[in-house]
């Protein structure tokens, strides 16, 4: 209760009044004058009633103590045991503080930003958020319930906002250990077939207890392991390797588990490399010159990365005109050292209306065979000469060919088009002027024809004939081209056609172009989402079964996205490394960033926080005991803490508390004071009559 005044004139007229009253006062005390003390009485209350004094009584209601018990959610909390840990002490907390009436408690539960693809655990922005609107002094404590792992506290010596303790409640176990591999340093593009090197690191976080000196690591190139290595944890490890093929190389390093470990999930790390070829070594042969030699070697000459050697046979041996050796201008045909020494430096060969004349030794023919099952890329632009008694496909080259020659050459008009096969696969797919029946291109007029080939055939001549066929042999390919007027559409004869893609699709293929596989399974990722592609020439592939960082699978269905393609995109609520699988094709791809925080360190530590928690005189205390968890008890205390207790989670209990009214009482207001007044009036009048 107060007392305040609300004169009813200014306070400077009130004190001019009252130094009036006061020498008045003091001059009727001078003068012995009957009543002045009562004269002094009723001039008191006069000014007094003018102060107007009046009592004020608040009426207050205490408020609560806010406690915010943050809860962590992120990916390294996401193990069966720390759910299960995090679970009960956030039930058991919301019991306890239940038994409090002055204790509000905010539950901040939080994951990772699903809008961000370096993902960290960031309790400490959240708890800001979550208080934004509570003034410091109402703060009793705050609570986390964590793993340790969080990465946005400010500095030890910075002002954290408020003044009250942080506790921390640790999920997990004290002597927990966990093994992860690392990509410390790697290229992003490669020359293929040159060696090149990356390095990783081993790490073994926490006591780890059935850690070795040293660990081994398997590593896969695109799916196919190329090497294993013993690498020591925490020392930097070189590796070299030779990028494989051109286009993205998807490397994949595992490191051995450990026993009892707290996670296998970053037991693996992958890497993308793209690979270059730096020049494509092609060899072109030519059978007597012909329209057609000319389109194959202005497109290859046209391409820069292309070391084109190029021999057309203008002079056969069995050709006796009687001209002296010396007189002739001709280079002569270096066979052994094409076909037999350097064979293997040869990215692509192509026999280009070749027959068998007797320049090539039979046996040669076989290096070429070995050649394709090796490995290599074989083209056959087959013509007439194709179907006679010197066709290639009668020497041992007959083994890799994809189809026979029956003998018969046909000759009519045809629109080249696409076979049901063609229309899916990469080289045909797509091909402009394709779309429509009979495909916006100029027509031919020869074919080769075969018995029924192997491999797929993906262009159709007149009817159903095979045009070109793909086959795969040994580890190689080989393609056939069975007619020789693709210079047709070169020379825009009736609006030409696409052959210059069509050429360059097949070489590509050819040489293994990973984008041109007709059956293959691509992921990539856009920040948060994943897109999954899976190529075929066959029927509907099924659904995908996504493997998660976490170790959940997913069944994720994939929709028709073109003619042999099949595609799902999908956000995903987790980040790291994803693995997709769909019938015998399986890849890998990590999701967000690889370098992010939250995958730096899965162990569970109480290192994080105790600083802050020494601090503000809070405690940082391990969940796990036994087969279940122990919490700290509660102690609440009025005004400053002052001191830590080890064993219970101190709460500063706020003195704040909010105006609900105020009752007023005016002292000379009303019958009360006119009463006061008249009395003191009325004394003086009477002791003055006497």
């Known amino acids: 209760m107060t007392l305040e005044f609300a004169p009813f004139f200014s306070w400077p007229v009130i004190i001019a009044l009252a130094v009036l009253a006061l020498v008045l006062c003091a001059l009727a005390f001078w003068r012995r004058m009957r009543g002045a003390s009562l004269r002094t009485l009723a001039l008191a209350f006069l000014l007094l009633a003018l102060t107007n004094p009046t009592l004020m009584q608040e009426d207050r209601q205490p408020l609560s103590t806010i406690v915010p018990i943050v809860i962590d959610r992120s990916q390294s909390q996401q193990t069966a045991e720390r759910r299960k840990q995090t679970d009960e002490a956030l039930a058991e ?70 003044d009250a303790p942080i506790h921390g409640l640790i999920t997990g176990h004290a002597d927990e250990f966990d093994r992860r591999v690392e990509i410390v340093r790697a290229p992003r593009f490669g020359i293929v077939n040159e060696e090149q090197e990356l390095t990783l690191r081993v790490v073994d976080d926490g006591r780890a207890k059935n850690a070795q000196a040293s660990a081994q690591v398997t590593v896969k190139m695109n799916g196919e392991q190329i090497a294993t290595f013993r690498a020591r944890p925490g020392t930097d490890t070189p590796f070299s390797f030779t990028v494989p093929r051109a286009g993205n190389n998807i490397m994949e390093f595992s490191v051995d588990e450990l026993p009892g470990e707290v996670t296998t999930a970053n037991n693996r790390a992958v890497h993308v490399i793209d690979g270059i070829r730096q020049n494509l070594r092609v ?81 040669y023919y076989d290096y070429i065979s070995q050649y394709v099952e090796n490995g290599g890329a074989l083209l056959i632009a087959a013509g007439p000469e194709h179907a006679g008694e010197d066709s290639i496909a009668s020497t041992p080259l007959e083994q890799v060919l994809p189809a026979e020659p029956t003998g018969t050459i046909h000759n009519a008009g045809f629109y080249p088009h696409l076979s049901p096969i063609g229309e899916k696969h990469p080289v045909t797919r797509g091909l402009a002027g394709s779309n429509q029946t009979p495909p916006a291109w100029g027509r031919w007029f020869r074919t080769i024809d075969v018995d029924p080939p192997k491999g797929e055939t993906v262009m159709e001549g007149d009817g159903t004939r095979p045009l070109l066929v793909l086959n795969r042999v040994g580890q190689g390919r080989v393609a056939m081209l069975l007619s020789d007027q693709g210079w047709l559409w070169a020379r825009g004869f009736e609006g030409g056609g696409p052959h210059v893609d069509l050429y360059r699709r097949i070489a590509h293929w050819l040489m293994k172009e990973p984008e041109l ?62 693995q997709v699988s769909n019938g015998n094709f399986s890849t890998l791809v990590h999701v967000g960033a690889v370098d992010a925080p939250e995958f730096k360190a899965m162990i569970s530590t109480e290192e994080t926080l105790k600083p802050y928690a020494e601090k503000t005189r809070g405690l940082v205390a391990r969940l796990a005991s036994g087969s279940g968890i122990t919490l700290p008890d509660i102690l609440p205390v009025r005004g400053e803490v002052r001191v830590s207790n080890p064993n219970r989670m101190t709460i500063r209990m706020t003195d704040e508390s909010v105006l609900r009214g105020v009752n007023s009482l005016p002292l000379f207001a009303g019958f009360a004071g006119l009463s006061a007044l008249l009395f003191a009036i009325a004394a003086m009048w009477w002791r003055e009559g006497r």
């Not at 340790?148 to 010596?157: F, K, R, S, V």
């Not at 046979?313 to 350097?342: C, H, M, W, Y």
Request: glycine share 8%; proline share 8%.
């Open 283 to 363: 060899l072109l042969v030519s059978g007597e010159p012909h329209a057609g030699e000319r389109a194959w070697r202005n497109l290859l000459k046209s391409d820069a990365s292309v070391d084109l050697v190029h021999f057309t046979i203008l002079r056969p041996p069995e050709k006796q005109d009687g001209t002296p050796i010396n007189e002739l201008s001709l280079i002569a045909f270096p066979t052994r050292e094409l076909f037999v020494e350097k064979i293997k430096d040869f990215d692509l060969i192509i026999f280009d209306r070749y027959k068998h004349r007797g320049v090539l030794p039979i046996l």
């Open 93 to 162: 907390l919301k019991d306890r503080f239940s038994r409090y009436p002055n204790i509000e408690t905010r539950i901040v539960e939080v994951a990772d930003d699903p809008d961000s693809d370096t993902p960290a655990t960031r309790l400490y922005t959240a708890l800001r958020s979550a208080v934004s609107d509570v003034p410091p002094a109402r703060l009793g404590a705050a609570i986390f319930v964590t793993d340790g792992q969080i990465h946005d506290l400010p500095g030890t010596n910075q002002d954290i906002g408020f």
């Open 517 to 578: 596989e007709e059956e293959a399974l691509t992921a990539r990722a856009s920040g948060r989402t994943l897109e999954a592609t899976r190529q075929t020439i066959g029927d509907d592939p099924g659904p995908a079964t996504v493997h998660f960082p976490s170790g959940k699978t997913e069944t994720i269905p994939m929709t028709p996205a073109g003619p042999g393609q099949y595609r799902f995109e999908k956000r995903m609520d987790e980040v790291g490394l994803f």
